[in-house]
């Protein structure tokens, strides 16, 4: 596996510092949505795993990397669920992590989406953070750290991730063959490249492609006809349209600075605010906002 660019330097770091025995047993690793957190923390799983590690990563060849490719290595859980990570699950896996591991090494446990960890869960986790068995890590990961407990806080290491620059994100989605990559797209996504991918991938019902097409011909058509369209249209994500409007105008008000722009704004602002209500006409409200960017 590769590791993704912008980790490559944390990621040796991170073995750099195992093979030194020097990393700590329980890391959190914290930072926005969509920038490939779960790939790090994969990638030092399978480190940590492998018999004969480099600061590169797991060496592929050992019978711990063949166990791990083929999906069923029995030292390393992973505790998932779908909504909240209640206490049963977090005691099963506590208890997959006593004992030497089968294959000798390291045992590794890793939590996802470790702010779904129910407040009895976590309690019972701390233990395992405060005492953990031998050779054992704890991988966490969340990209709301104010959802975590205090008391697990301070009993992991904090990994903070950022944003890869926009020049990094620009590479990565044209080598991944997003042709038309544009910082607008990246803005449109937080600048998370990964949330990129996947709204392109075609998993989100809109994509900020459709959008951005569909402005560009609401401002070269014509007025009424093409505001309704596109508002009865979009009305099933009439937030995240009123997201990107406000994002546009923002953008565009910074580099013209034109009142026109930061009218446009305060609207958009207030559609968001507007269709969080539930039962409001999303249509009408759309159709309202579009209108102001034909002026
Ligand atoms: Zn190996």
Request: glycine residues 6%.
């Amino acid at each position: 596996m590769q590791m993704l660019p912008w980790f490559v330097a944390t990621f040796s770091t991170l073995l750099n510092r195992y093979m030194t025995k020097k990393l700590h047993h329980g890391l959190l690793l914290t930072g926005p949505k969509g920038i490939g957190k779960n790939q790090l923390a994969v990638g030092l799983s399978n480190a940590l795993l492998c018999k004969q590690p480099s600061t590169d990563g797991p060496c592929e060849q050992c019978q711990s990397c063949h166990l791990r490719q083929a999906g069923n290595h029995p030292d390393f859980h992973v505790l998932e669920s779908e909504k909240q990570l209640g206490v049963d699950k977090i005691r099963e896996g506590i208890a997959k992590l006593s004992g030497t591991a089968q294959m000798g090494g390291n045992k590794v446990l890793l939590i996802p989406r470790a702010d779904t960890m129910t407040e009895a869960a976590a309690n019972a986790l701390l233990k395992t953070l405060e005492e953990p068995t031998n050779n054992t890590f704890l991988l966490l990961i969340t990209d709301s750290i104010n959802k975590i407990m205090p008391t697990i806080l301070s009993r992991c290491e904090r990994q903070i991730l950022s944003l890869p620059s926009v020049s990094d994100s620009l590479n990565y989605l044209n080598a991944k063959g997003v042709e038309d990559a544009s910082e607008a797209l990246l803005a449109a996504y937080g600048y998370a490249p990964l949330r990129v991918e996947e709204a392109l991938s075609g998993d989100e019902s809109i994509s900020y492609r459709d959008f951005s097409d569909g402005m560009q011909a609401l401002l070269a058509g014509d007025a009424n006809m093409q505001a309704q369209a596109l508002a009865n249209k979009w009305q099933g994500n009439a937030q995240q349209i009123a997201l990107w409007c406000q994002q546009m105008a923002h953008d565009k008000y910074m580099k013209r600075q034109q009142a026109v722009d930061f009218e446009r704004y305060i609207a958009c602002v207030e559609a968001v605010k507007t269709l969080e209500h539930a039962g409001v006409n999303k249509s009408m409200v759309l159709f309202g906002l579009l209108k102001q960017f034909q002026r």
